[in-house]
């Protein structure tokens, strides 16, 4: 069984910054996670990816995102880290963390954690 816990949402004023945190709990070696990553639904749109990383450190980022946000891991503690910053109102979402089941490719969803970005 796999479980995925974020936290460190909430609101913050344009220009400023968040750090979210994700952490997968892992019940034995059939469930080694690889890629790790950060989704987004703001109200009425399609979940988009923001950031994806792999176990060996490569990274991947949304045009919307890039140069301002950085996605990192800890593989000892299957945590992966969404550094936000200069944030501007349009990153407003809902932000999930998915983490990849190495075994069978299946992809694990956190219970998402909510970023609003307002004055």
């Known amino acids: 069984q796999v479980q995925l816990v974020e936290s460190g949402g909430g609101l913050v004023q344009p220009g400023g910054s968040l750090r979210l945190s994700c952490a997968g709990s892992v019940s034995s070696l059939s469930f080694r996670l690889g890629a790790m990553g950060w989704y987004r639904q703001a109200p009425g749109k399609q979940r988009e990816l923001v950031a994806d990383i792999t176990i060996g450190g490569s990274t991947n980022y949304a045009d919307s995102v890039k140069g301002r946000f950085t996605i990192s891991r800890d593989n000892a503690k299957n945590t992966v880290y969404l550094q936000m910053n200069s944030l501007k109102p349009e990153d407003t979402a809902v932000y999930y963390c998915?983490?990849?089941?190495?075994?069978?490719?299946?992809?694990?969803w956190g219970q998402g954690t909510q970023v609003t970005v307002s004055s």
């Open positions: 998915t983490a990849k089941q190495v075994v069978s490719g299946r992809n694990y």
